[in-house]
């Protein structure tokens, strides 16, 4: 697939390029290299991964659901805030295709008509079951 056509695949390495440019400019590292880092972008791209809207989803910012803890959700703004200037010059067609994916206000899925049973969008993505879990 081609990061023309695959919004999943566009979306993770968008992802990848903005804390790889966090990561070089604020510890002189590589993500590899670096373990918080690292671990951040193992983090979002697990919960891009387990996207319940796949293909038709908003950006994380405009969705009705949150998948990102807390404290991962501040240090993911804080990555965006400082990266997104700086793609439009290191990943110019990322960023086009970034601020075309950013105007859909709603995820397109049927995932929110069944939900909508119960009112409550609040819920956290399903992530992988860990080991000893049902």
């Given at each position: ?14 992802v ?10 604020h ?10 880092c ?5 983090y ?26 807390p ?14 200037p ?7 067609i ?5 601020f075309?994916?950013?105007?859909r ?8 008509n069944?939900k909508?049973?119960t009112d ?8 992988p ?6």
């Open positions: 697939m081609s990061i023309f056509t695959n919004r999943m695949e566009r979306e993770a390495k968008t990848k390029a903005m804390i790889g440019i966090y990561c070089r400019n510890h002189s590292l590589k993500v590899e290299d670096c373990d918080e690292l671990e951040l972008q193992n979002a791209l697990d919960r891009l991964h387990h996207c319940p809207f796949h293909e038709g989803k908003t950006s994380c910012k405009n969705c009705p659901i949150h998948c990102y803890k404290g991962i959700k501040e240090d993911i703004r804080q990555v965006m805030r400082y990266s997104g700086r793609m439009l010059l290191r990943h110019p990322l960023t086009v295709f970034h075309i994916d950013d105007r206000k709603e995820p397109l899925s049927d995932y929110l069944e909508n049973d409550d969008l609040s819920i956290e993505c399903k992530g079951i860990e080991q000893g879990e049902t």
